[in-house]
């Protein structure tokens, strides 16, 4: 896992030191006509959906849908890039024969403020805050009735500074901070009392009662590494990948915390597009539990990759 990290690790330096148009990101001349707001609203509506009658090979009916909203407002001038976000993303899939589950469930926000003290540069003093955590119960299916994740357990806050590199900052960025600040909260008292999510864990006497309980945030300190561009890989189809690399310094310093998206957007028309969209996972402090030899025990299993893959066709409106 540790070889694939570091391979990860040196694309990052890799796209961050190619230059746009090698990634068919083209540069137009523009002239400065002062400081400039712009703001984005995007909602998406993707849905998937199959039906049998008679159909001898046999099959469940289902359905699933995801509806989205991301909404920007950026500002821009010769010295300073101010790029605001938020993204709101929330799925279902309902087969025949079982309960409904949760195929998505995403909240962030991400506010990102640079300065360059020459106008000609495109080296930034960048200073970043990230949250993101989910807005309902998540569950380890079929078993409904233990949540394995909450509103806010987890949640996660980044907040850092370091130095941004964006020729064209829009397209493609590279960031580093040294002193990034990450704070997970698990304010849901059994996962909290569990150690779900890196907190230390409740301390229970021999009859298995609670004599302290689990602590409720866990705060690292370390280093944390972006990249992120986004270009026409041909007329109607786009590409955009972000990854992001942290390491604390004082709990195992070395163990990386990985966060890779590439998402494809195909435009058929000015409504109607497809995606498709590849999200990988690793945390070491969120670990993994397998059944142990003891009927209804689990033992720890230690941390692995997690991956979620998605495939939709669906309307697309800007507002």
Known sequence: MKYLLLFIVCLCFQFSNA?????????????????QWSQKNKGTVDISQVSFTNWNAGGSNSISGLAAIFSSLNYKDKFFNWKNNVNLSYGINRQQGRETRKTDDIFEINSNLGFKPDSLSNWFFSARVNFRTQLTNGFNYPNVSEPISKFLAPGYLFLGAGMEYG???D??????????LKTTFVLDEDLANAGSYGVNPAVLDINGDIIIPGDKIRTEFGVLITNSY??????????RNEV???SDYINNFGNLDLDWRIDFDFKVNSFVRATFGSHLRYDDDVKTQTQSDIEGEFDEAGAKVQWKQFLGVGFAVDF
Request: hydrophobic residues 35%; proline residues 7%; negative net charge.
């Open 171 to 180: 397209q493609l960025s590279f960031y580093f901070s040294p002193l990034t």
């Open 230 to 239: 986004q270009m026409e890989v041909i007329e109607n189809i786009n590409l």
């Open 244 to 246: 992001s690399i942290y």
């Open 19 to 35: 230059q746009p148009d090698s990634l068919f990101i083209k540069e137009k001349e523009q002239k400065y006509t002062g400081p």
């Open 167 to 169: 020729k064209n900052i």
